[in-house]
């Protein structure tokens, strides 16, 4: 019998032989004959990053072409892939014409194909004495499962397209990926703290979840977790965070043996528990003079607001200082789909089905925000990886109150809400837009009164019912019109159900209680 410490067992964690033995016997297939069941195996145990290592180009036709002429180095594109795919640098200009001057045609070819100008990264930085950068964005092939997020967000610039990888090849996209690996970091002179989006340029940042998960192509909650974890690393550092993370779709694409994307330490907690599991972690952690350090408790709507609902509550009320990321999906995606109490009126799922005795669901949606602001003292924010300031603002604020925080953030679900793998980012706007899920930030130390601590900006017509386009009123149901989860709902004209005009009327109610709590009206 092993009478070995569990903590020791890391001790005898050789990540080489790691790395040699075990994910390359999963990577060439031998792993599941040959495997011999040690420690570490029958353990589990895996080191940080190891994802990397997986090779996903054999996933998907397509791959996006980079179009350096028109890229503007927004930064969306890396920002909101899912699979940690595409990557940006800048490359000091000096440095970019010396390796000109000393490449062979074929790498010549490429510094220019994926390198230019850009006013943000060149003309700005030379007005200010800067030495101008060059912009430049590279795919990863064996990360890319081709969800065609990038080319989404990138929009109307067209710096990005779909194409078929035998266009180019998988070669020339290794090659081109093999010159970022080359080229030195991005200097932090051209990384400016203000510009949140840029975060992604730190290599800190990019490594704190790596591609080589096991997501669904498009993942809407993967880039939640990308975010959160590139600006807590950026503030803080590489070793400044540690995660629980409550069973769900998070866990396992994140912990599918041997791969993990993490950089960062985390465990897998049950269901019900992750958040007072965290409370272990910080009280652990605060006795081991690690006070510093944040913990970050992650799960899913049905993890937080069902099963675990009062696990949180309690976590609340102790004023600790822990951090709490709910990926509202409204379902149950790591199950099968069925519904949550976060889950929208009318919409189907398993355990909701549509039909002549019931329209779908009936419940009315619990709102985690109107929970949890409830509480005393707790930082609270609802937000979308769309949203990218809002975003990084939530969670940066998150980090530095000193106290319990809840940051709720929509997460798109394609298989279960029926929607194209490249569609996470254009439906969180939408779902923001329509009423369906308001952005807001609830801050305790802004004041006393709910409506100084609560704050709704970041959403369109604040004062109004519902926003606008080409004149017409914005709401759920052009959202829900969007998605295969509430098909049912519309006849062959598109009319909505009698169903489908309450949901409207309870996205509504919600909309106008948040306002009153925060003073609009």
Not at 44 to 70: L, N
Not at 167 to 182: A, N, T, V
Not at 390 to 419: D, K, L, W
Request: charge should be negative; charged fraction near 25%.
């Amino acid at each position: 019998m092993n009478t070995q410490a569990p903590s020791d067992l890391f001790e005898l964690l050789d990540v080489e032989d790691f790395q040699k033995r075990i994910i390359d016997g999963y990577n060439d297939g031998s792993a599941e004959l040959e495997l011999e069941a040690d420690l570490s195996v029958a353990r589990s145990i895996i080191p940080p990053s190891t994802a990397q290592h997986r090779d996903f180009s054999y996933i998907g036709p397509d791959i996006p072409a980079f179009s350096q002429e028109d890229c503007v180095a927004c930064m969306e594109c890396v920002t909101e892939c899912p699979d940690t795919a595409i990557l940006a640098k800048v490359v000091g200009e000096e440095d970019y014409n010396s390796r000109l001057d000393e490449a062979d045609e074929e790498t010549t070819e490429r510094l220019k194909h994926h390198l230019s100008e850009t006013k943000k990264f060149h003309t700005v930085p030379a007005k200010k004495g800067i030495e101008p950068g060059m912009f430049g964005i590279f795919v990863d092939p064996s990360k890319c499962k081709g969800c065609g997020e990038c080319v989404e967000v990138c929009g109307e610039h067209d710096a990005l397209k779909m194409v078929e990888k035998e266009e180019m090849g998988l070669d020339w996209y290794r090659k081109s990926f093999q010159l970022y690996r080359d080229l030195p970091a991005t200097d932090d002179k051209y990384i400016n703290e203000k510009i949140l989006i840029d975060m992604m340029l730190s290599q800190g940042a990019v490594d704190s979840f790596t591609g080589g998960h096991g997501a669904c192509m498009g993942c809407g909650e993967v880039t939640a977790l990308r975010m959160m974890l590139a600006a807590t690393h950026f503030v803080y550092g590489p070793e400044a965070i540690g995660l629980v993370a409550a069973t769900g779709c998070n866990t396992v694409y994140a912990s599918t043996y041997p791969y993990n994307p993490y950089q960062a330490p985390w465990m897998n907690s049950l269901f019900e528990n992750a958040a007072t599991t965290a409370a272990g972690v910080r009280l652990r952690w605060d006795q081991a003079g690690f006070a510093d350090k944040k913990v970050w408790a992650i799960g899913g709507d049905g993890g937080m607001l069902d099963i675990g609902l009062q696990a949180m509550s309690r976590v609340l009320a102790s004023g600790m200082n822990i951090n709490i990321l709910i990926l509202d999906t409204q379902v149950y995606s790591n199950t099968g789909g069925q519904t949550s109490t976060a889950t929208f009126h009318g919409q189907e799922s398993k355990l909701s089905m549509h039909g002549k005795a019931k329209p779908g669901k009936t419940e009315h949606r619990k709102e985690a925000a109107q929970i949890v602001m409830m509480h005393p003292d707790v930082f609270v924010a609802q937000t979308t990886p769309a949203h990218i300031n809002h975003f990084y603002r939530s969670i940066m604020a998150a980090n530095e109150y000193e106290g319990p925080s809840v940051v709720i953030v929509y997460t798109t679900c394609q298989p279960e809400h029926g929607v194209g793998d490249d569609m996470s980012s254009h439906q969180a706007k939408l779902a923001v837009e329509t009423r369906t899920y308001p952005l807001l930030v609830h801050d305790p130390r802004n004041g006393d009164l709910l409506s100084e601590r609560l704050s709704l900006k970041g959403n369109p017509a604040l004062k109004e019912n519902w926003a606008q386009r080409d004149g017409k009123d914005l709401t759920f149901i052009d959202f829900a019109s969007t998605e295969g989860r509430f098909r049912k709902h519309f006849d062959a004209n598109g009319s909505p159900s009698e169903t489908m005009k309450a949901a409207e009327k309870d996205r509504l109610k919600n909309w106008r209680q948040l306002q009153e709590m925060a003073g609009l009206i």
